[in-house]
C-alpha cells in the first residue's frame, strides 16, 4: 500500500484565480492519477500524471485549464486555473502501485465563490 | 461518459442487515473493484474481483461478477454503523492500463 497526503485540505477561492494542490506519496510509484468529484457525484478522471512528461489528459480536459507537473516518483500538482464557480468540488489524487488497486489521497476540497 | 451504473442510488438499513448493491458496466473489463468513500473524503479500496473470477469474499464482503450480464454486486453481511459511506464500483476496462472508470455510487445508511 502506499499513503498519500494532499495540500492544501480544503480552500475557498475567489473566481478568476488560481490554485495549485499538491499529492505527496511516501513512496515510489509508476502511476499517478488526478480525479475531480463534483458535489453528489462520482469519481472523473481528469489525467494521468507521467513523471518526466507531460500528462495525459481525458476528453473533456485541458491542458491550459487544470496543468499538471510530476518532478519524480514521488510528488505531483494539480493547478486549477482561471476558477469559475464550476470548478467547485473535490480533487483526489491517486498512485498505481504495480498492481491493479488504486489508493487514494483525502481530497482537496475546493469551494470557488 | 461514466462507464457504470449503481443501483440502488441510496439505501437505508438497520444494524445487523445485509446490504447489497449492484452495478452495471458497458464494455469488457480486465477486473472490476469496489470502493467505500466516508463523507466525502478519500476512498478506501474494498475488494478487486478479475474478469475470470465469478465471487470472491473478503471478511463480511461478498462480490459477484457476472460478464455476460456485464453486472457485479457487492454483499455486505451484519451491517455496523460504521458501514454508512459511498460505495463505488470501479473497472479497469480492457486495454486501459489499470485507469478507473467509477459508477455512480451507492449510498449506504446503516442505524442502529
Known amino acids: 500500500s502506499a499513503v498519500i497526503s494532499q495540500k492544501p485540505s480544503r480552500d475557498i477561492c475567489q473566481r478568476g484565480t488560481s490554485l495549485t494542490i499538491q499529492c505527496q506519496v511516501d513512496?515510489?510509484?509508476?502511476?499517478m492519477f488526478w480525479y475531480r468529484q463534483q458535489p453528489g457525484q462520482s469519481l472523473t478522471l481528469i489525467a494521468t500524471a507521467n513523471q518526466g512528461s507531460e500528462a495525459t489528459y481525458e476528453s473533456g480536459f485541458v491542458i491550459d485549464k487544470f496543468p499538471i507537473s510530476r518532478p519524480n516518483l514521488t510528488f505531483s500538482t494539480l493547478t486549477v486555473s482561471n476558477m469559475s464557480p464550476e470548478d467547485s468540488s473535490i480533487y483526489l489524487c491517486?498512485?498505481?502501485?504495480?498492481?491493479?488497486?488504486?489508493?487514494f489521497g483525502p481530497g482537496t476540497r475546493l469551494l470557488v465563490l | 461518459s461514466q462507464q457504470g451504473e449503481e443501483d440502488p442510488q441510496a439505501l437505508s438499513i438497520q444494524e445487523g442487515e445485509n446490504a447489497t448493491m449492484n452495478c452495471s458496466y458497458k464494455?469488457?473489463?480486465?477486473?472490476l473493484q469496489w470502493y467505500r468513500q466516508n463523507s466525502g473524503r478519500g476512498l478506501v479500496h474494498l475488494i478487486l474481483i478479475r474478469s475470470n473470477e465469478r465471487e470472491k469474499h473478503s471478511g463480511r464482503l461478498r462480490v459477484t461478477l457476472d460478464t455476460s450480464k456485464k453486472s457485479s454486486s457487492l454483499l455486505i453481511t451484519a451491517s455496523r454503523a460504521a458501514d454508512t459511506a459511498s460505495y463505488f464500483c470501479?473497472?479497469?476496462?480492457?486495454?486501459?492500463?489499470?485507469?478507473?472508470?467509477f459508477g455512480t455510487g451507492t449510498r449506504l445508511q446503516v442505524t442502529l
Open positions: 513512496s515510489q510509484v509508476t502511476m
Open positions: 464494455t469488457s473489463i480486465n477486473n
Open positions: 491517486s498512485v498505481g502501485t504495480g498492481g491493479e488497486t488504486q489508493y
Open positions: 470501479a473497472t479497469v476496462p480492457t486495454g486501459t492500463a489499470s485507469k478507473l472508470t
